[in-house]
């Protein structure tokens, strides 16, 4: 296909809005490896102190494995309810399957401060603030909608007829789904596990509503700490951050490039 | 040779639709628990007698929703945020626009770049992003001693205000607005631009009578979607705006957390979810009326 | 499993076939895809499904392998009823229009699969499979991906996958559709060969009349989700019982008539047709007219017209002429066997045909 001519006006309005999209990245950099104490741009001196300094504070060390491992398990528990479900609404499609898809879906609607709210009032009386299972649940309301419409979009997106001729091999259909649909499914799996990951890592509103002082998630104590002191460790914190969810992204990248290549 | 037996006795098996069922119980179980209940036990909530001690009342009444609904402090809170979050849709449509438009008119890889770097925000922290704005906005951050270095002796504040959250919030809700608009792009054929360029038509009025016209059902979307995340929006404004900028979403958090009125909050959330609606109304309306 | 009730068990018992179709219907919302369609296919037979796009072949199929619920009607598999019965369970082998090859695996594992869940012994299997693979004239491939294959040997993939498991039944969706016409006759003919060497009762669904009539033992032809007739390729191409079987099966020349009397009046000749009356439409195949120039061969059992040559091809085998007689285009041919000039455009003919190859049809 050729370029389309663009007009010089366009590219620089262009130009500068991108600019403007990515100014917070762009400074976060330079700032992580400031040798300042405080937060001034630009930095008067270079170091890498503060990237030392996080692994010195225990509150950050300890709120990044805690949030580590709600990622993990609230990506674990999406996959296991999310998958079932789709399964279910996609190629089961009992009556009103459009109904519950659409209930299904209608936390994502909700502004997280709302539906924070509304979980830390039924939360609290039963003791969950504070609580990792209380973050799991509430995470969980928000990763599964996602985990149900890109497992059952994968789903749908599947030609029907592979299944049906496994079982005209005489495969059952739980033979069926194991050994043909899932492993069809690996780029959509790949997907979900890497969205609902990186939405429960990054998760900020809920958590605020249900961490209690001894159970913080990093961007919790990242809030927290930035909301206090705005000094270059938080630079620093940014940066790693953006580079694990770089990170993440090639990898989706790298596995639905490599299913494309042997699904057609 | 081997077959296969038919018709052999099956012990009694599931019907597909209770198997259907079986495989939706978790997930109804973990919607009715985290969605369905909160929110009806919402409802109630804000209908709970609140007591000065910020413990609950047993009973119900109107008193928090009528208290809410006169008092000049949450009627100028309303009227702020929806007047806010309006600003910064219109902004963030401005600010989009020419990406939006550029992306559309890119090829190959340099667009996947250009995508990868309208995506990559989105997918990283609004907290690490607040934090970009501090570092930008602040009285030692580049805007303020950029505009020193240049011999200004005393540059605005742009932080601990509205200014600043607008700014960050505009940037923050970009690429949700510049996804929305390439979706509606889909329609804007280069050919009738083409068309109209040789019917005589000059660039500027070619945009003005066609290019527009025919984004405007992305830019509906792109509105809709903004102006619902700016009025829920709670971390931007929060650091951003220092606790000195009054909003819904930062007020339903600390009436919540600091103050324990939760039957004021309950009410609050509803009124979030009132002008929801309204726009959800207006979203629609808007796009029949393009159509 | 069986949901017949004892009176219409002996009913459905009464088809003397090994596989049987009573009253088999398929409808969506407002639209019948497949309408009572009754069959009875003998053990070990070949038959072919024919008809036009969209007629409902590929439902009927479904249908009979269970991939589809029937509306209404029943399968019949050995005297047992299979209406119900989950696909997995009925030993039928489906080589589907698009192929459905697993795509996670390569060609190998997706012909081995089907023996896989037959349990069949790892050493036997890998024979089988083997066999297969060189049947299809994929040797060497067995390590490749379908996405790597072309569309042909794709195709011959998904053959040796339901083959391979030597099913009681086998149903073939266009097998062969995306073969040139080398390897499709090869193939045609191997598929033949081992269905009768296994004694597999198999319904090849075709578009292709040729195909249909070279290989099958009895040729279905099907409209708009109808049977119109069922019988040996002989039978479907001597003696067509509707105008639309006519036409569809081999090329057909038509003329418009008017019957009364037990005789019809066509393009100013009388043609016998008992059990007519009013308009009929009267269809002559093309090879079946004899062409020839001067005087008319005087043979008073013979049909004859006149006409003149408006168009002539020459097409290798044979030169093919379009007539035009009575007012009708009409298309012949004339076998070449060397020497022949092609007739001008312009030039006077006669053409006669043999009354028994004459078909008469109610005017549609
Ligand atoms: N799921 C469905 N819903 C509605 N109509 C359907 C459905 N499946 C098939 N049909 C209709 O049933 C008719 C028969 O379809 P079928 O696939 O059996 O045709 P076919 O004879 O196999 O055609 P082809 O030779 O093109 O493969 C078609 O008109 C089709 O539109
Ligand atoms: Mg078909």
């Known amino acids: 296909m050729d370029e389309r001519p663009v007009s010089p006006a366009l590219k620089i309005a262009a130009g500068l809005m991108f600019l403007f999209l990515l100014a917070p990245l762009l400074v976060v950099l330079p700032i992580s490896f400031s040798g300042d104490d405080f937060m001034a741009f630009p930095p008067s001196s270079w170091s890498v102190k503060w990237y030392g300094a996080i692994f010195a504070n225990s509150v950050m060390m300890n709120a990044f494995w805690i949030s580590l491992a709600l990622a993990f398990v609230v990506t674990v528990l999406s996959l296991g309810i999310g998958l079932p479900a789709a399964y279910a609404l996609v190629r089961l499609k009992p009556p009103g399957a459009e109904a519950l898809s659409n209930l299904f879906s209608a936390p994502l609607l909700l502004p997280t401060i709302v539906l924070g709210l509304a979980l830390l009032l039924v939360f609290a009386p039963m003791g969950l603030i504070g609580s990792f299972q ?31 001729a496994a079982g005209m091999l005489g495969a059952r259909p739980l033979t069926v789904f194991f050994r043909v649909t899932l492993p069809m499914m690996r780029s959509g799996l790949v997907s979900t596990t890497a969205l609902c990951f990186l939405v429960s890592f990054d998760e900020v509103v809920l958590s605020l509503f249900m961490t209690g002082p001894r159970l913080q998630t990093l961007p919790v104590a990242m809030y927290n700490h930035v909301d206090q002191q705005a000094d270059p460790m938080a630079a620093a914190i940014s940066v790693l951050l953006v580079v694990l969810t770089l990170a993440v992204v090639l990898v989706v990248d790298r596995t639905a490039g490599l299913t494309r290549t042997f699904v057609k | 040779m081997t ?134 906005l602040s009285d030692r951050g580049l805007v303020a001693n950029a505009l020193m270095a240049l011999g200004m002796a005393e540059p605005p504040r742009l932080m601990f205000n509205l200014t600043g959250v607008v700014i960050g919030l505009t940037e923050i809700l970009m690429p949700y607005m510049i996804l929305a608009l390439l979706s509606g792009f889909g329609r804007l054929d280069p050919r009738l631009e083409e068309a109209a360029l ?17 984004t405007a059902p992305g830019m509906a979307l792109g509105g809709l979607l903004c102006f619902v995340l700016a009025i829920s929006s709670f971390v931007t404004p929060k650091l951003l705006g220092g606790g000195r900028v009054f909003l819904l979403a930062t007020e339903i958090y600390d009436q919540a957390i600091v103050t324990l009125n939760w039957p004021l909050a309950a009410a609050l959330s509803m009124i979030v979810l009132v002008v929801f609606g309204i726009s959800l109304t207006l979203y629609a309306r808007a796009l029949r009326r393009i159509a | 499993m069986i949901h017949a009730e004892p009176a219409e068990m002996t009913r459905l018992a009464q088809g003397q076939g090994f ?50 619920p029937a509306s209404s009607g029943h399968i019949v598999v050995d005297g047992r009823d299979l209406t119900g019965v989950a696909p997995y369970k009925r030993d039928m082998g489906l080589v589907f229009q698009s192929y459905a090859l697993f795509p996670h695996m390569d060609i190998a594992r997706n012909v ?59 149903l073939l969706d266009e097998p062969l559709s995306n073969l040139d016409a080398k390897l499709r006759d090869e193939m045609r003919t191997e598929i033949r060969d081992i269905q009768k060497r296994l004694g597999i009762t198999a319904i090849f669904v075709t578009h292709d009349q040729m195909e249909a009539l070279t290989i099958c033992d ?102 093919e002429y379009e007539v035009e007689a009575a007012g009708t285009l009409l298309k012949t041919e004339a076998s070449t066997r060397g020497g022949e000039a092609l007739l001008a455009p312009g030039t006077p003919v006669t053409l006669s045909w043999r009354p028994q190859d004459t078909f008469v049809y109610a005017a549609s």
């Open chain 1, 134 to 164: 209380g973050l799991v649940a509430a995470h969980l309301i928000v990763t599964l909608p996602y985990a149900v419409r890109v497992l059952s979009t994968a789903l749908a997106n599947l030609p029907l007829t592979v299944e049906e």
């Open chain 2, 3 to 136: 077959s296969l037996t038919l018709c052999h006795a099956e012990p009694r098996r599931l019907g597909p639709l209770g198997t259907a069922s079986a495989l939706l119980l978790p997930i109804a179980v973990v919607n009715a628990i985290g969605f369905l209940w909160p929110v009806v036990n919402l409802l109630k909530m804000s209908f709970r007698e609140a007591q000065a001690s910020g413990a609950l009342g047993a009973g119900y009444n109107l008193d928090t929703w009528t208290n809410a609904l006169t008092d000049s402090f949450t009627l100028e809170l309303i009227t702020n945020s929806v007047g806010v979050s309006l600003l910064i849709t219109v902004l963030t449509l401005i600010a989009s626009y020419p990406i939006a438009l550029y992306l559309h008119r890119s090829t190959g890889t340099w667009r996947t770049v250009l995508m990868v770097l309208v995506v990559a925000p989105l997918l990283t922290s609004a907290v690490v992003r607040t934090y970009g704005w501090i570092a930008i």
């Open chain 2, 198 to 214: 040789t019917l005589g038509a000059s660039p500027l009025k070619t945009f003005w009578r066609v290019v527009l016209p025919l």
């Open chain 3, 19 to 68: 596989l049987s179709l009573r009253g088999l219907t398929r409808r969506y919302d407002h639209f019948t895809a497949v309408d009572d369609l009754n069959l009875d296919v003998a053990k070990g037979e070949l038959v072919a499904f024919l008809g036009p796009s969209g007629c409902g072949k590929t439902t009927s199929l479904r249908m009979i392998a269970g991939l589809v």
């Open chain 3, 112 to 170: 081995a699969f089907g023996l896989e869940m037959r349990k069949v012994p790892k050493a036997e299997a890998a024979q089988r499979v083997k066999e297969a693979i060189a049947m299809v004239r994929l040797t060497g491939r067995e390590h490749h991906r379908p996405a790597q294959l072309s569309g042909g040997q794709q195709q011959r993939v998904a053959l040796a996958r339901a083959l391979v498991v030597r099913p009681s039944i086998l």
């Open chain 3, 218 to 319: 009895k040729v279905v032809v099907m409209n708009h989700g109808r049977l119109e007739q069922v019988g040996t390729p002989h039978e479907i191409y001597e003696h067509p019982k509707t105008a639309f079987v006519a036409g569809f099966v081999g090329r057909i020349n038509r003329l418009s008539g008017r019957a009364s009397g037990g005789v019809a009046q066509v393009a100013g000749i009388t043609v016998s047709a008992p059990g007519f009356e009013g308009d009929v439409d009267v269809m002559v195949r093309p090879h079946r007219m004899v062409l020839s120039t001067g005087p008319a061969p005087a043979d008073a059992g013979l049909h004859q017209l006149s006409g003149t040559v408006t168009r002539a091809t020459f097409a290798g085998d044979i030169l």
